[in-house]
Nanobody, 119 residues
Framework: QVQLVESGGGLVQAGGSLRLSCAASGRTFSNYAMGWFRQAPGKDRELVAT????????YYADSVKGRFTIARDNAKNTVYLQMNSLKPEDTAVYYC????????????WGQGTQVTVSS
């Protein structure tokens, strides 16, 4: 059974930094691409960043490009999201998710961690 557990959220002032972590268990971590998503109150869930199983390929939403960095440590079964130069509009619940091998969807999700950026 796959489990994804996020940590690292919190309250930070605008311009500050946070690092989110997502620890995975249940299947061979390096076989699966991972993604970070976020959902702000009253808004649709948004893809923030993705990383391939090897870590060699990454993707960022335009809204976070140049400020956020996704990385993974396959020895630790963990994916990270380093968030710098945070803005109030980054406030959301952040979720990590593991992508299916067979379909272009994410089939396992964490419980989410709250990030609040004050102005």
């Amino acid at each position: 059974q796959v489990q994804l557990v996020e940590s690292g959220g919190g309250l930070v002032q605008a311009g500050g930094s946070l690092r989110l972590s997502c620890a995975a268990s249940g299947r061979t971590f390096s076989n699966y691409a991972m993604g970070w998503f976020r959902q702000a109150p009253g808004k649709d869930r948004e893809l923030v960043a993705t990383i391939s199983g090897s870590g060699g390929f990454t993707y960022y939403a335009d809204s976070v490009k140049g400020r956020f960095t996704i990385a993974r440590d396959n020895a630790k079964n963990t994916v990270y999201l380093q968030m710098n130069s945070l803005k109030p509009e980054d406030t959301a619940v952040y979720y990590c998710a593991q992508r299916s091998v067979l379909t272009p969807t994410y089939d396992y999700w964490g419980q989410g961690t709250q990030v609040t950026v004050s102005s």
